[in-house]
């Protein structure tokens, strides 16, 4: 049996029955990572040694006949942007190429816990930004489906790891579709949680009122088991809230879908379009009600977050200085000032620098009531349209993303050009909700992604209406 | 949208370092996203507001009470240039 073929439910079971042990699940992955990641290089490091201690740990709790929690003894991958203490964690960046990690985020003090086994850090975009993880310093990561392509980004490492059964689930961060984005491309389950639902203590930050960590996951099932795991509010993070899931059986008869007419415009490849357009009938089909729904401001969902994910970054990437932590230029500048100017030239690439050039433009004097101020009041309209929306249907179905992974180089040196491919999911950052990238058929033999979008804290609604779709088998 | 003089000002306020080259490059791609940007002050937005907090958190408060960290030496340890327990910089003034 291909251990690294089963979902968690299936690994769990077989531990609890002594059907084989975390140590040989644990060395099965291992041994996938030892094949797959020098081409696909979804891994930045990996945490052998650490990786099958905790396994044991876990077999001896099990020869004990303890009760053990669903994530116990299942290998996992964090994107390297969240913290586990005593391991690097670098955000792809050779600013923090050498950086070790002092504490353990929230979300890893959680799997912890539960005796998760972590396989090492992966891949992605430096600093969480890009769409494509071409941007990391360290190299780029190929996607599993077609290693001439990418994997999406920014989470691309986590999403080839699990596509390519190097992990059974990772965690990844979406500020403006970077989970989605790569599930989409891989073919992977990927949850991008409402705002304020999992704590983002001790990841870093890029856009604070944006980021948010969730799961990439081989089925629906799965990232459920994994949001369940991490959510919650934490006194770490005075953003995170304390909210009951509702836990109602949903039923495709009589469930009400918006389809948004401003999503399905020209730039959407046509193939993506009809297996869209396929799927949306699949859940008419079951009995579901679908009706055209508009989200008028869509078309400033693009410049808005720019504005806004650009501000925040250049304001939380300044922390990167060359003065407490990571790669510094200390002992070679004349004067404070070089130390900062020379740290920064060097430590950071070139999408991060243009980021902060832009953030740090937007937000000069003179253009701050033009940009920053006038991207806010935007934000506030683009939330109140899905408020409006949600007023007529259940949740809304969009593709997430207008093409199919594209080949690796094809957009890199266009900037604008790899921003527009986030239209369909940074209006759901802008808007605080949860949405769902769920593998829907395959365009050009390539994964196409449903993007499944609820009402704030609907994420159990979500899974439901996923978990539908996964039950049809697509 | 944006000359070389202002891209040079802004990579100074950013603190970030850019050769010749870098400038005319970001001169370039500032400009284009710039802009894009542009498309909106065409839209109306005055009656919006320009907060966008979730209506579930209001007044995040805790008690201000003195704690201690146990990893000081590991965050210490991270740092470039230190000098008798002190993070070093160059002169400031």
């Known amino acids: ?474 | 949208m944006i000359n070389k003089e202002e891209v040079k000002h802004i990579a100074e306020l950013a603190r970030l370092g850019l050769n010749e080259e870098e400038i005319k490059t970001m001169e370039k791609e500032l400009s284009s996203i710039l802009d894009y940007m542009e498309t909106l002050k065409k839209v109306d937005a005055e009656d919006s507001a320009i907060t966008n907090y979730s209506k579930l958190i209001e007044n995040t408060m805790r008690e201000d009470k003195i704690k201690t960290t146990e990893n000081n030496a590991q965050l210490m340890g991270a740092v470039p240039e230190m000098e008798k327990g002190f993070i070093k910089v160059k002169t400031v003034l």
């Open chain 1, 1 to 474: 049996m291909k251990l690294s073929k089963l979902d968690i439910n299936q690994l769990h079971q077989g531990l609890v029955k002594k059907e084989f042990s975390s140590q040989e699940i644990t060395k099965d992955f291992l041994e996938q990572i030892e094949k797959k990641n020098k081409e696909i290089f979804a891994y930045l490091s990996v945490h052998k040694e650490s990786a099958l201690a905790q396994a044991e740990k876990v077999d001896a709790l099990i020869a004990e006949k303890k009760e053990i929690p669903l994530l116990a003894g299942i290998p996992t991958a964090m994107k390297d942007i969240i913290m586990i203490e005593g391991e690097k964690c670098t955000a792809a960046s050779k600013i923090l190429a050498d950086y070790t990690a002092s504490f353990d985020a929230t979300v890893i003090k959680k799997l912890k816990e539960q005796g998760a086994v972590i396989l090492g850090k992966t891949n992605m975009d430096e600093f969480a930004m890009g769409s494509s993880t071409e941007n990391s310093a360290f190299g780029i990561t190929r996607n599993p489906c077609d290693t001439e392509r990418v994997p999406g980004g920014s989470s691309g490492g986590s999403a080839a790891a699990v596509a390519a059964d190097m992990c059974v689930y990772s965690l990844g961060s979406d500020t403006g579709g970077s989970i989605r984005l790569p599930a989409s491309f891989c073919g992977t389950v990927g949850l991008k949680p409402t705002y304020g639902r999992i704590s983002r203590y001790g990841l870093m930050a890029f856009a604070s009122s944006l980021d948010q960590i969730g799961p990439l996951t081989k089925t629906v099932a799965d990232a459920k088991i994994v949001y369940d795991a991490i959510k919650g509010k934490d006194p770490l993070d005075s953003t995170s809230v304390e909210v009951k899931d509702e836990d109602k059986k949903i039923s495709v008869k009589g469930l009400k879908i918006g389809v948004p007419k401003e999503y399905f415009v020209k730039g959407m490849d046509p193939e993506v379009e009809k297996v869209i357009r396929e799927t949306i009938k699949k859940y008419e089909q079951e009995g579901a009600i679908i009706e055209e729904i508009s989200l008028p401001s869509t078309s400033y969902a693009l410049p808005v977050y720019y504005i806004i994910a650009t501000s925040e970054a250049s304001s939380n990437l300044a922390r990167y200085d060359g003065i407490k932590y990571g790669f510094s230029k200390t002992k070679d500048s004349k004067s404070l000032l070089d130390v900062y100017l020379q740290s920064r030239e060097e430590g950071m690439g070139e999408e991060v620098r243009r980021r902060i050039m832009l953030g740090t433009y937007v937000l000069s004097a003179g253009y701050y009531d033009a940009y920053y101020i006038k991207a806010q009041k935007l934000r506030n309209i683009i939330k109140r349209d899905f408020a409006q929306a949600f007023e007529k249907v259940d949740v809304i179905f969009t593709p997430v993303s207008p093409t199919v992974a594209f080949k690796i180089g094809d957009k890199i040196a266009d900037p604008l050009s790899m921003y527009l491919g986030d239209i369909y999911t940074i209006s759901v950052n802008l808007a605080g909700l949860p949405a769902m990238s769920t593998p829907c058929g395959k365009a050009h033999n390539l994964p196409v992604g449903l993007q499944i979008i609820g009402p704030e804290f609907s994420e159990n609604k979500i899974f439901s209406v996923g978990q539908i779709l996964e039950n049809y088998g697509h």
